[in-house]
Nanobody, 124 residues
Framework: QVQLVESGGDSVQAGGSLRLSCAASGSSSSRTCMGWFRQAPGKEREGVAVIDRHTRTVYTESVKGRFTISLDNARDILYLQMNSLKPEDTAMYYC??????????????????RGQGTQVTVSS
């Protein structure tokens, strides 16, 4: 089993920054691949970024150059640094984990383990 707990969500103005954290515990072999996805009201879930144990990363096009995913293996914490935030980034953000890895952000919403989410609101 894997437990994931997100934190760091907040309300910010456009152009601002936030860093989301996801504390992970449980089976490390079930967390070979980790990522972030988001869901805005009335919209489909969208994979944002994914990282594997070799720290290879892939981002969805809309966040490239603005968001950075990273993994602190020693502390079992997944991060998402979000810069130059836009109103369209407003969503509930979830971290997720999978025991196998396909480095495609679009698969992150299907990962079997996920947290409860943290809300990010960006005002114009």
């Amino acid at each position: 089993q894997v437990q994931l707990v997100e934190s760091g969500g907040d309300s910010v103005q456009a152009g601002g920054s936030l860093r989301l954290s996801c504390a992970a515990s449980g089976s490390s072999s079930s967390r070979t691949c980790m990522g972030w996805f988001r869901q805005a009201p009335g919209k489909e879930r969208e994979g944002v970024a994914v990282i594997d144990r070799h720290t290879r990363t892939v981002y969805t096009e809309s966040v490239k150059g603005r968001f950075t995913i990273s993994l602190d293996n020693a502390r079992d914490i997944l991060y998402l640094q979000m810069n130059s935030l836009k109103p369209e980034d407003t969503a509930m953000y979830y971290c997720a984990a999978h025991h196998s890895c396909v480095l495609e952000p679009r698969y992150v919403p299907t990962f079997p383990y996920r947290g409860q989410g943290t809300q990010v609101t960006v005002s114009s």
